[in-house]
């Protein structure tokens, strides 16, 4: 008896920007991407991705400008490369408020926002989506956004994940071990909606971070998000190990996907963690059609619009290499700096010698990951060897022309999936994170490091205990009398 088909989990790839991982497309006739401001534009493709049952809008984020591309952000600028950009949490509620299932991976760097404020706001999307949201757990990489927010330069790589370990043992300590179970009560013949003897002050103090008060918002559906990683380096694999329970991962091919899941999954289980507590997602942009021929004419098309400037100040941002001083046929070899640190890697991992005319012709549109061109039988053909061979369980999906990418991967791959047994065609009950991990209940399993906090209760001190000053039972009258 055959073993059933492994689901292919599909995450839309998107960032509140014009121009995301496909430089200039934003000029074809069909696209909406410089709708990016109207809240339509999102609430629409939210209900285009419900309407294809995928999984969640991962949404990227950036803080910064890409301006090592001849010492400037103008191309940048002039392209839309990612900026102008707009903040990943404000269109969520309204994309919730039309879909009942669609969750929602939303970036948020470690390096720039305090645990305490972030903490909060996650908690309340995750209310107010009933349990739908990730946090994707980044740490920026660009010089600019470190400058303007008052540093020299960026955190050093290794160094921001040091600081990304208190970060996510803040929040855990927030989300999972300072409101009890049952601490909520809503008793209005008791006039009591809070049991403070079960609220429980963190009193963090470490090298990063002090936090002495308990977290401001009660138990969401799934008190900590889901959480997402995007790294590779040996420090964001460790990293992803210890707390990811989706991954985002770069790879060229099947066969070097396969190399870092393998070691993904090694390092998870070495972590004292189950082999399937964590999925792994990898870039693909998909240009699909009726027939291959039909998608082939589509890509050509598409590419025409594309712009080789706007590229490589992407790709200027992403490896910290200004591609202007370049000889542009010299192979590109991977450097020791404080960017994204496996980009040049993973276009070296396949031991092709990448130049800065290959980025401009290969990546023009697809940005960071490699593009599938072909109708539904080639594309579903090639997704199920990405996840049989390269040991991925699913992708984050850009678009080249958007919404037109995400209608025909829904209208023509979504049903070919479907017939394979590959795609889902409705929704598990449940949070994201019981949809995504199959677990019951939603909230991060016993070997998660969050699940530490949750089980540290008893004993400590709470809310009611240090209270102090006016008995809670006093009269109003005495209590106005003795603040004067």
């Not at 972590?271 to 890509?299: C, H, M, N, S, W």
Request: some cysteine; aromatic content about 10%; hydrophobic content about 40%.
């Amino acid at each position: 008896m055959t073993s059933p088909k492994k689901r292919i989990i599909l995450n839309a790839f998107d960032m509140t920007c014009v121009g995301h991982q496909a430089a200039g497309t934003w000029r074809h006739p069909s696209s909406q991407a410089s709708r990016y401001n109207d809240l339509e534009y999102w609430t629409n493709l939210a209900i285009e991705l419900e309407r294809g049952a995928f999984d969640a809008l991962f949404i990227a984020d950036v803080v910064g400008v890409y301006d090592v591309y001849r010492g400037s952000a103008e191309a940048a600028l002039h392209d839309a490369a990612q900026v102008p950009v707009n903040d990943p949490f404000g269109a969520i509620s309204a994309m919730a408020a039309v879909t009942r299932n669609l969750g929602f991976g939303i970036t948020a760097a470690v390096t720039f926002e305090h645990p305490y404020l972030l903490a909060r706001r996650l908690s309340t999307l995750d209310h107010l989506t009933k349990g739908r949201v990730a946090w994707n757990v980044v740490s920026s990489y660009l010089d600019s956004a470190a400058r303007n927010i008052g540093l020299d330069r960026q955190i050093a790589h290794d160094a921001r994940y040091d600081l990304a370990e208190e970060y996510m043992e803040v929040t855990y300590k927030l989300w999972e071990g300072s409101w009890e179970e049952g601490s909520v009560l809503r008793d209005r013949e008791k006039g009591i909606f809070t049991d403070a003897s079960k609220v429980h002050p963190i009193r963090h103090e470490g090298e990063y971070f002090k936090v002495p008060g308990f977290h401001l918002c009660e138990p969401s559906p799934q008190r900590t998000p889901v959480i997402f990683q995007a790294g590779a380096s040996s420090r964001g694999r460790a990293f992803a190990a210890r707390h990811a329970e989706a991954m985002f991962i770069l790879a060229t091919s099947p066969e070097t996907a396969k190399v870092l899941t393998d070691q993904i999954r090694a390092e998870v289980h070495a972590a004292g963690r189950e082999p399937d507590a964590l999925k792994i997602f990898t870039l693909l942009t998909v240009i699909t059609g009726p027939t291959d021929a039909a998608a082939q004419r589509k890509y050509e098309e598409y590419l025409s619009y594309a712009s080789a400037e706007g590229a490589l100040a992407l790709y200027g941002g992403w490896t910290g290499l200004d591609f202007s001083s370049l000889d542009p046929d010299t192979p590109l070899t991977a450097v020791e700096n404080d960017a994204l640190r496996t980009t040049l890697e993973s276009l070296a991992a396949d031991g092709e010698a990448w130049t800065v005319r290959d980025v401009i012709r290969k990546r023009s549109i697809g940005g960071l990951g490699p593009v599938l061109v072909g109708g539904p039988q080639t594309v579903a053909d090639a997704l199920e060897r990405w996840v049989d061979e390269g040991g991925v369980d699913g992708f984050n999906l850009a678009y080249a022309v958007t919404p037109a990418s995400t209608t025909d991967f829904i209208d023509f791959v979504v049903p070919e999936l479907r017939k394979r047994g590959r795609a889902q065609s409705g929704y598990a009950p449940g949070t994201l994170r019981e949809k995504l991990l199959g677990d019951k209940g939603g909230k991060v399993r016993d070997s998660h490091p969050a699940a530490e906090w949750r089980r540290h209760y008893i004993g400590r001190e709470s809310v009611a205990d240090a209270s102090h000053g006016t008995p809670f039972d006093a009269p109003v009258s005495e209590s106005l009398d003795a603040a004067e």
